[in-house]
């Protein structure tokens, strides 16, 4: 059986700026259920800063946002020559995912130093001592998952770990002729982690064969192909480079029409109560 790793690739965005020929028209939507973010929206002018992060910029992705997705934030960070940050993260409760899309990176969490690449997938618990450089001539590129760590009495924070995609085999989805894996970096039954980061493939001609119409609120960036996407009675086309931000219950399904896989990096929260508000009282 042959031991190569898959010929796997990642969409990475490089801003610039379009001139005065290109149409205004694009395939961005907002809507009450869901946010269609194409490619194309990458461009200078609507990059980002971060306190204490040096020769580094990002796009927003997404933020909490009342009313629409309200548990986590999602950066695609761009980090220069010899840039990063000591003190990257000023959020303590937080909790993160960062994964690589372009370039290489030097990540040391509690003074172990890794070397991160293209695949590359890091858990960073809240609270953690972390810090990020790029050491390389060329820029490197990355997502920033966040997300405030629901505590549990009697379940301990999951600790940290670095990890690289291509030396993690896909579970396969049943009875779907195989066309449809999703790539996860920690055990769904490992109560200590209350979201799941994973990579979702579908070979062409793969379909979600219903609409899934459920609690969990998702980020999905598309890293390879093309397919169409059913929001919430409505079919959207995306490809490489998209990102695709649904609240809680945004009726979803797709159909990956080729020619090459079409793959995604999928946030969800799970594995925790919901919150209850409670009346204030006399």
Partial sequence: MSTAKPNRTYYAPHGGHPDQKVMT??????????????????????????PHWDNTRLWVLSRPLSGFAETFSQYIMEVSPGGGSERP??????????????????????????RMAPGGYAFIPPGSDWQLRNESDAAVRFHWI???????DGIDVPEAFVVNENDIAPSVMPDCNEVWATTRFVDPEDMRHDMHVTIVTFQPGGVI?????????????????????????????????????????CPQACYAGGPGPFRYLLYKDVNRHMALPYSKRG
């Fill in 25 to 50: 028209t694009d395939r961005a939507m907002f809507t009450e259920a869901f946010a269609v973010i194409p490619k194309g929206v990458y461009r200078d002018i609507v990059t980002s800063r971060l």
């Fill in 89 to 114: 993260e000023s959020d303590p409760g937080a909790e993160g995912v960062l994964f690589v899309v372009e370039g290489e990176m030097a990540l040391t969490i509690s003074g172990e130093k890794h």
């Fill in 146 to 152: 966040r997300k405030a760590y629901e505590k549990v």
């Fill in 209 to 249: 064969p219903f609409d899934e119409t459920h609690v969990m609120e998702h980020g999905l960036y598309v890293l390879e192909g093309k397919a169409v996407y059913h929001l919430n009675q409505q079919w959207v086309e995306v490809e490489a480079g998209d990102y695709m931000w649904l609240r809680a219950f």
